[in-house]
Protein backbone atom coordinates (compact mmCIF):
# COMPACT_ATOMS: atom_id res chain seq x y z
CA UNK A 1 0.00 0.00 0.00
CA UNK A 2 1.29 3.51 -0.71
CA UNK A 3 1.93 5.85 1.83
CA UNK A 4 1.62 9.54 2.10
CA UNK A 5 3.86 10.86 5.00
CA UNK A 6 2.33 14.48 5.40
CA UNK A 7 4.29 17.15 7.23
CA UNK A 8 2.92 20.82 8.46
CA UNK A 9 5.51 23.62 9.20
CA UNK A 10 5.78 26.25 10.74
CA UNK A 11 9.10 28.21 10.85
CA UNK A 12 11.12 25.19 10.79
CA UNK A 13 14.43 26.29 9.08
CA UNK A 14 16.67 24.53 11.45
CA UNK A 15 15.13 21.28 11.88
CA UNK A 16 13.37 20.83 8.54
CA UNK A 17 16.47 19.42 6.22
CA UNK A 18 17.03 16.62 8.78
CA UNK A 19 13.63 15.45 9.08
CA UNK A 20 12.97 15.14 5.01
CA UNK A 21 17.00 13.68 5.01
CA UNK A 22 15.45 10.81 7.30
CA UNK A 23 12.16 10.34 5.41
CA UNK A 24 13.65 9.90 2.09
CA UNK A 25 16.12 7.04 3.47
CA UNK A 26 13.44 4.96 4.68
CA UNK A 27 13.55 0.99 4.11
CA UNK A 28 9.44 0.97 2.98
CA UNK A 29 9.97 2.87 -0.50
CA UNK A 30 6.37 3.29 -1.63
CA UNK A 31 5.62 6.53 -0.08
CA UNK A 32 5.53 9.90 -0.90
CA UNK A 33 6.29 13.38 1.32
CA UNK A 34 3.72 15.99 1.33
CA UNK A 35 5.31 19.43 3.24
CA UNK A 36 2.68 21.87 3.96
CA UNK A 37 3.90 25.29 5.17
CA UNK A 38 1.39 26.92 7.39
CA UNK A 39 2.77 30.48 6.31
CA UNK A 40 6.48 30.47 7.71
CA UNK A 41 8.59 33.80 7.55
CA UNK A 42 11.50 32.37 7.92
CA UNK A 43 13.51 30.26 5.54
CA UNK A 44 11.76 27.06 5.69
CA UNK A 45 10.99 26.44 2.15
CA UNK A 46 14.59 27.51 0.98
CA UNK A 47 15.64 24.58 3.39
CA UNK A 48 13.25 22.35 1.99
CA UNK A 49 14.59 23.08 -1.45
CA UNK A 50 18.18 22.82 -0.71
CA UNK A 51 17.76 19.21 1.12
CA UNK A 52 17.19 18.17 -2.61
CA UNK A 53 14.74 15.35 -1.11
CA UNK A 54 11.70 14.88 -3.40
CA UNK A 55 8.45 16.09 -1.98
CA UNK A 56 5.10 17.67 -2.70
CA UNK A 57 5.39 21.39 -0.89
CA UNK A 58 2.29 23.41 -0.21
CA UNK A 59 1.69 26.22 1.19
CA UNK A 60 -1.48 28.08 3.29
CA UNK A 61 -1.80 31.21 5.53
CA UNK A 62 -0.82 30.63 9.23
CA UNK A 63 -3.87 28.53 10.15
CA UNK A 64 -2.16 25.62 12.48
CA UNK A 65 -1.35 22.30 12.08
CA UNK A 66 -4.64 20.84 11.96
CA UNK A 67 -5.10 22.80 9.02
CA UNK A 68 -1.94 22.08 7.38
CA UNK A 69 -2.76 18.23 8.02
CA UNK A 70 -6.17 18.50 6.27
CA UNK A 71 -5.05 20.45 3.26
CA UNK A 72 -2.20 18.04 2.93
CA UNK A 73 -4.74 14.97 2.82
CA UNK A 74 -6.39 16.26 0.07
CA UNK A 75 -3.51 16.06 -2.18
CA UNK A 76 -2.38 12.50 -0.86
CA UNK A 77 -1.95 9.66 -3.06
CA UNK A 78 -1.29 6.95 -0.33
CA UNK A 79 -3.85 4.79 1.23
CA UNK A 80 -2.34 5.44 4.46
CA UNK A 81 -1.69 8.33 6.08
CA UNK A 82 1.58 9.08 8.24
CA UNK A 83 1.44 12.29 10.73
CA UNK A 84 4.83 14.06 11.63
CA UNK A 85 6.68 16.97 12.85
CA UNK A 86 9.21 18.93 11.03
CA UNK A 87 11.05 18.29 14.06
CA UNK A 88 11.25 14.65 14.23
CA UNK A 89 14.04 12.25 12.98
CA UNK A 90 13.19 9.00 11.88
CA UNK A 91 14.92 4.80 12.06
CA UNK A 92 15.51 3.55 8.30
CA UNK A 93 12.49 1.30 9.13
CA UNK A 94 10.17 3.88 10.98
CA UNK A 95 7.66 3.87 8.43
CA UNK A 96 7.65 0.21 7.88
CA UNK A 97 7.12 -1.19 11.25
CA UNK A 98 4.24 1.72 12.12
CA UNK A 99 2.37 0.38 9.42
CA UNK A 100 2.71 -3.35 10.19
CA UNK A 101 -0.53 -3.49 11.94
CA UNK A 102 -2.56 -1.81 9.28
CA UNK A 103 -1.11 -3.86 7.08
CA UNK A 104 -2.38 -7.07 8.75
CA UNK A 105 -5.87 -6.04 9.17
CA UNK A 106 -5.39 -5.55 13.14
CA UNK A 107 -5.29 -1.92 13.51
CA UNK A 108 -6.78 1.04 11.18
CA UNK A 109 -4.35 2.91 12.93
CA UNK A 110 -1.02 3.39 14.95
CA UNK A 111 1.33 5.16 16.78
CA UNK A 112 4.59 4.42 18.51
CA UNK A 113 5.87 4.34 22.21
CA UNK A 114 9.88 4.26 20.67
CA UNK A 115 9.65 7.97 20.47
CA UNK A 116 12.74 9.45 22.13
CA UNK A 117 14.31 12.97 23.12
CA UNK A 118 16.49 14.00 20.33
CA UNK A 119 18.25 17.07 21.73
CA UNK A 120 19.23 14.85 25.16
CA UNK A 121 22.29 16.76 25.70
CA UNK A 122 20.57 20.26 25.84
CA UNK A 123 19.71 21.53 29.22
CA UNK A 124 16.21 23.48 28.26
CA UNK A 125 14.92 20.07 26.10
CA UNK A 126 16.22 17.69 29.56
CA UNK A 127 14.11 20.30 31.75
CA UNK A 128 10.97 20.50 29.42
CA UNK A 129 10.62 16.09 30.11
CA UNK A 130 11.31 16.82 33.63
CA UNK A 131 8.57 19.07 33.47
CA UNK A 132 6.54 16.85 32.10
CA UNK A 133 7.31 14.11 34.44
CA UNK A 134 8.97 12.41 31.81
CA UNK A 135 12.73 10.46 32.03
CA UNK A 136 15.37 12.34 30.51
CA UNK A 137 15.82 10.77 27.03
CA UNK A 138 12.28 9.67 26.17
CA UNK A 139 9.46 10.85 25.39
CA UNK A 140 6.81 8.24 26.88
CA UNK A 141 7.05 6.87 30.43
CA UNK A 142 7.81 3.57 30.69
CA UNK A 143 4.37 2.09 32.24
CA UNK A 144 2.52 4.01 29.01
CA UNK A 145 -0.12 2.17 27.60
CA UNK A 146 -1.02 0.56 24.57
CA UNK A 147 -3.31 2.87 22.70
CA UNK A 148 -3.70 6.59 22.81
CA UNK A 149 -5.76 9.30 20.96
CA UNK A 150 -2.78 10.89 18.69
CA UNK A 151 -2.43 8.68 15.30
CA UNK A 152 0.65 8.34 13.78
CA UNK A 153 -0.47 6.34 10.66
CA UNK A 154 -4.37 6.00 9.56
CA UNK A 155 -5.99 4.76 6.77
CA UNK A 156 -6.78 7.22 4.44
CA UNK A 157 -10.59 5.96 4.31
CA UNK A 158 -11.00 6.08 8.09
CA UNK A 159 -9.58 9.70 7.65
CA UNK A 160 -12.21 10.62 5.69
CA UNK A 161 -15.26 9.18 6.97
CA UNK A 162 -14.57 11.92 9.64
CA UNK A 163 -13.64 14.45 8.11
CA UNK A 164 -10.37 14.51 9.47
CA UNK A 165 -8.73 17.00 11.94
CA UNK A 166 -10.55 19.69 14.00
CA UNK A 167 -9.23 22.45 13.06
CA UNK A 168 -10.00 24.80 15.67
CA UNK A 169 -8.49 22.59 18.69
CA UNK A 170 -5.54 24.48 18.31
CA UNK A 171 -2.87 22.58 20.84
CA UNK A 172 -4.91 19.30 20.84
CA UNK A 173 -6.04 19.35 17.24
CA UNK A 174 -4.23 15.87 16.71
CA UNK A 175 -6.62 14.68 19.48
CA UNK A 176 -9.82 15.42 17.79
CA UNK A 177 -9.21 12.43 14.76
CA UNK A 178 -9.74 9.93 17.63
CA UNK A 179 -12.35 11.76 19.17
CA UNK A 180 -14.23 12.06 16.10
CA UNK A 181 -13.77 7.81 14.91
CA UNK A 182 -14.96 6.96 18.46
CA UNK A 183 -11.27 4.92 18.13
CA UNK A 184 -7.56 5.19 19.57
CA UNK A 185 -4.62 4.05 17.78
CA UNK A 186 -2.50 1.19 18.92
CA UNK A 187 1.20 0.58 19.24
CA UNK A 188 3.64 -0.52 16.63
CA UNK A 189 6.71 -1.92 17.96
CA UNK A 190 9.90 -0.92 16.22
CA UNK A 191 8.77 2.02 14.63
CA UNK A 192 11.56 4.35 16.24
CA UNK A 193 11.91 8.14 15.90
CA UNK A 194 13.27 10.86 17.52
CA UNK A 195 11.68 14.14 18.44
CA UNK A 196 13.56 18.11 19.76
CA UNK A 197 12.00 19.44 22.94
CA UNK A 198 12.64 23.32 22.83
CA UNK A 199 16.23 23.86 23.16
CA UNK A 200 16.46 27.64 23.73
CA UNK A 201 14.54 29.86 26.19
CA UNK A 202 13.24 31.29 23.90
CA UNK A 203 11.77 28.35 21.87
CA UNK A 204 10.08 27.25 25.61
CA UNK A 205 8.34 30.43 26.12
CA UNK A 206 7.10 29.92 22.56
CA UNK A 207 5.91 26.47 22.93
CA UNK A 208 4.69 26.49 26.67
CA UNK A 209 2.35 29.60 25.16
CA UNK A 210 0.87 27.20 22.53
CA UNK A 211 0.75 24.24 24.78
CA UNK A 212 -1.02 26.11 27.79
CA UNK A 213 -4.10 26.43 25.05
CA UNK A 214 -5.63 22.96 25.67
CA UNK A 215 -9.05 21.66 27.21
CA UNK A 216 -8.61 18.52 28.15
CA UNK A 217 -7.70 17.10 31.35
CA UNK A 218 -8.04 19.93 34.21
CA UNK A 219 -9.52 22.12 31.10
CA UNK A 220 -8.43 25.60 30.05
CA UNK A 221 -6.79 26.55 33.62
CA UNK A 222 -5.60 23.59 33.89
CA UNK A 223 -2.81 24.63 31.47
CA UNK A 224 -1.73 27.33 33.61
CA UNK A 225 -1.97 25.39 36.87
CA UNK A 226 -0.08 22.64 35.62
CA UNK A 227 2.76 25.34 34.71
CA UNK A 228 3.06 26.17 38.57
CA UNK A 229 4.10 22.79 39.56
CA UNK A 230 6.46 20.66 40.47
CA UNK A 231 9.58 22.99 40.62
CA UNK A 232 12.64 20.34 40.33
CA UNK A 233 15.75 21.21 42.66
CA UNK A 234 17.87 21.82 39.57
CA UNK A 235 19.39 25.38 39.13
CA UNK A 236 18.76 25.53 35.51
CA UNK A 237 15.32 24.00 35.80
CA UNK A 238 14.39 27.38 37.81
CA UNK A 239 15.08 29.73 35.16
CA UNK A 240 13.57 27.34 33.08
CA UNK A 241 10.14 27.27 34.87
CA UNK A 242 10.19 31.34 34.81
CA UNK A 243 9.90 30.92 31.32
CA UNK A 244 7.78 28.25 31.01
CA UNK A 245 4.74 30.15 33.80
CA UNK A 246 5.41 33.38 31.76
CA UNK A 247 4.80 31.47 28.39
CA UNK A 248 2.01 29.83 29.52
CA UNK A 249 0.01 32.80 31.23
CA UNK A 250 0.15 34.49 28.13
CA UNK A 251 -1.46 31.47 25.96
CA UNK A 252 -4.08 31.45 28.39
CA UNK A 253 -4.78 35.00 27.77
CA UNK A 254 -4.39 34.75 23.80
CA UNK A 255 -6.70 31.80 23.61
CA UNK A 256 -9.53 33.87 26.48
CA UNK A 257 -9.15 36.87 24.81
CA UNK A 258 -8.43 36.51 21.57
CA UNK A 259 -9.84 32.62 20.65
CA UNK A 260 -6.46 31.90 18.96
CA UNK A 261 -5.28 28.18 19.40
CA UNK A 262 -2.26 27.66 17.27
CA UNK A 263 1.19 28.31 17.88
Not at 54 to 80: D, F, M, P, T, Y
Not at 169 to 176: I, K, L, Q, R, V
Not at 190 to 207: T, Y
Not at 245 to 255: C, D, M, P
Request: with cysteine.
Amino acid sequence: MKVSVIIPTYNEEDVIGECLRSLFHQSYLDLEIILVDDGSTDRTLAKCQMSNVKCQILQQEHKGAGAARNHGVKKASGEILVFVDADMTFDRDFVGNLIKPILAGSAIGTFSKEEYLANKDNVWAVCWNLNRGLPKDRMHSKDYPNHQPVFRAILKSEFEKVGGFDEKAGYTDDWSLSQRLGVEAIVAPGAIFFHKNPDSLKDVFVQAKWTAKRKYKFGIIGGLIKALFPIKLLPAFLIFKIVFILGATIGVLEYFLFGKGYK
